[in-house]
């Protein structure tokens, strides 16, 4: 076995076992055991477990953002919610054990947690909602929080679907789009609570006559 073959079995062989186990329950003695060699070897490919687990999320992450990024072909607003909702379903679908790994918690200093991963989504397809918001007359210097909110939205959903299944993808998506379009679709340009908040008791003592 190549150099290269071996480095690409050693990251198979611990992606099943952080998908199974998480990171600390994972340990380069088992990944070395079932590979047929050496912890040495091991760390003559990655350094240590932190640098292993760090290539295994890498490929996950550009698995993940490319799916997005080629399913992203429409030109109209609600189409491109559409193709987003459904691709992360697709690679929840085909790649659960790589799900898995990003949707548990990573170890300190991971640039790979699932809210990183989220967030560096949503910084993709902002301008989407970018463009939405000054077509409807919206600040669009606020799109940034809504594209959080709604791949967000479609993440944890996400999480919820990779144990449960059911109903199919398709679906799943047509529920997400129907929330976060007919949603986006009423919002207002300045939003209120309509429960008094801490900040807003402390204003009602303030004017309250003694």
């Not at 062989?13 to 003695?29: N, P």
């Not at 070897?41 to 992450?61: C, M, P, Q, T």
Request: cysteine-free; glycine content about 8%; charged content about 25%.
């Amino acid at each position: 076995m190549s150099s290269a073959e071996r480095r690409d079995q050693l990251i198979e062989i611990a992606r099943a076992l952080f998908a199974a186990r998480g990171f600390e329950g994972t340990s380069i003695e088992e990944v070395a055991a079932r590979a047929g060699v050496s912890k040495p070897i091991v760390y003559e490919h990655f350094n240590s477990k932190d640098g292993l687990y760090a290539v295994v999320v890498d490929r996950e992450v550009r698995h993940l953002v490319d799916m997005m990024r080629s399913a992203l072909t429409g030109e109209d607003p609600r189409v491109l919610l559409e193709q987003a909702a459904v691709s992360l379903l697709e690679y929840i679908e085909q790649s659960s054990d790589g799900f898995r790994i990003l949707v548990r918690d990573s170890p300190i200093g991971s640039s790979g947690s699932f809210g990183t991963i989220i967030s560096d989504v949503a910084s993709r397809v902002e301008y989407i909602i970018e463009e939405e918001f000054r077509t409807r007359g919206f600040d669009p210097k606020i799109a940034p929080l809504y594209a959080q909110m709604l791949v967000g939205m479609v993440g944890t959903t996400g999480q919820w679907w990779l144990d449960t299944r059911t109903p199919g993808k398709r679906e799943v998506a047509a529920h997400l789009v129907n929330l976060a379009w007919y949603g986006l679709s009423g919002i207002k340009h300045h939003p209120e609570l309509r429960t008094p908040g801490s900040d807003d008791m402390d204003v009602v003592r303030q004017i309250k006559p003694a």
